[in-house]
Structures are given as C-alpha cells and as structure tokens.
C-alpha cells in the first residue's frame, strides 16, 4: 500500500524568506502522482504544485517549487519570499495514475507559521 | 470560475439520525471523490465515481452510501450516525488529474 510521510508536524519560517517543506512516499509504481495542497484556517483544500513522476523536471508555480528526488521517493516544497498568507497546513499527497484519475492519499500534514 | 459546491456548509445531528451531504462537481468534470477529515487529522478517502459508476472505494463504514446522478451531482448518504463521524467532509471533483475540493460540510454529531 501506497503511504507519504511528512515529519514536520510544525515549521515557521520569517517573512519574505524561503523555507521547505519535506515529504517521503513509499510506492511501487513507477508512474503516479504527486502534489502539494495548502489548507488556510478557511480549511479550504487548495492546490499548490503538481509533479508528475515520469517528468525529471520540477515544477514551478511562481514562488512555490518543488525538488523531486524520485530514487529517493522524496518530494519537497520550497516557498520562496514567504508571505503572511502562506501561513497554512500543507499537505503532501500521493495518486495513482489511471484512467479516471486516482484517490488522493495525503501525509499528516505541516503546520506553517509565518513570522511577520 | 465555477468551483465546486457543497451542501449544507454546516450540519448537526444527534446519534443514530440520519445526514445526507450533496455534492455538485465543476461543470464537465466526470469522477467525484468524496474524503473525510477529521479534527486535526489528515484527509481520508471514502468512495469516488466515475460517469456515475462507483469507481474506486476506500474506508467508508457500511453504514454510508453514495451515489452519483445523471447530472454528475453525488450524494453520500450517512446512517446511524456515530460520534466519530464528525468531521469534515470534502468533495472533490476533477476532468482527469488535479482534484478540486469543495468548501467541505462539517457535520457535528451530539
């Protein structure tokens, strides 16, 4: 079965710095998957970024990036100029790659607080 | 943009009752997916659809149900209803990769 990890419950990070986010999975499919989704006090699920496992490049989103590690089965979030909206629970998920798209299995999530 | 839409925001029932939550997918996306998240908990999926047929099922108690109708909406139907079901409750919808989530219901049990 298909699981993500993200080992910080809790990061804070200073306005208008950068600070990462990290995420492990465990999957043995070769093709899926992965995406960060930002939770705001609203408990709106939004999506940040998206990666797909076949593509070697990162994705981009303006001030959101990702590092893809795939051997390492590693995928973080680095948000650069951090701004007070970013303060928010992110969540790393995982999803299988099929016909009609696939469920979404998230990690525990991480708190971000951003300092003004 | 139209984005997806829940109904009710806001739900409470007693033990026992019954709580059915609706669900209205972003015009031309054909699969739901329906997830529960509970206090600080990470969101768990329960059932998804597919031009309305049930296409993938996750840890969804056999007390719930759902369906999806001819116009795409989906409901998911709960019964008996247990403390422990009271969450939040997200739809999703999506034409094929990237989900989209409704606002959610939060359900209260008492």
């Known amino acids: 079965a298909q699981t993500v990890t993200q080992s910080q419950p809790e990061m804070s990070v200073q306005e208008a710095e950068t600070v990462t986010l990290s995420c492990t999975y465990d999957?043995?499919?070769?093709?899926?998957?992965l995406f960060w989704y930002k939770q705001p006090p609203s408990r709106q699920m939004i999506l940040v970024i998206r990666?797909?496992?076949?593509?070697?490049q990162n994705a981009t989103e303006n001030r959101f990036s990702v590092n893809f590690q795939k051997a390492a089965k590693s995928f973080s979030l680095k948000i650069s100029d951090s701004q007070l909206g970013d303060a928010a629970m992110y969540f790393c998920a995982y999803s299988p790659k099929g016909n009609q798209g696939g469920k979404l299995i998230f990690g525990q999530g991480t708190e971000l607080s951003v300092k003004p | 943009a139209a984005g997806v839409i829940q109904s009710p925001r806001h739900l409470i029932k007693e033990k026992r009752e019954t709580a059915t939550l609706k669900c209205y997918p972003i015009?031309?996306?054909?699969?739901v997916y329906w997830y529960q998240q509970g206090p600080g908990q990470d969101p768990q999926f329960l059932i998804s659809f597919y031009e309305k047929m049930q296409s993938d099922k996750g840890s969804i108690p056999d007390r719930f149900s759902a369906q999806q109708f001819s116009d795409y909406h989906s409901e998911l139907n709960m019964s008996s209803l247990e403390l422990g079901d009271s969450a939040l409750y997200f739809c999703?919808?999506?034409?094929?990769?990237?989900?989209?989530f409704g606002p959610g219901t939060r359900l209260t049990v008492t």
């Open positions: 999957t043995s499919e070769s093709d899926y998957y």
């Open positions: 015009p031309r996306h054909d699969t």
């Open positions: 990666q797909e496992a076949y593509k070697q």
């Open positions: 999703a919808s999506t034409p094929r990769l990237e989900q989209y």
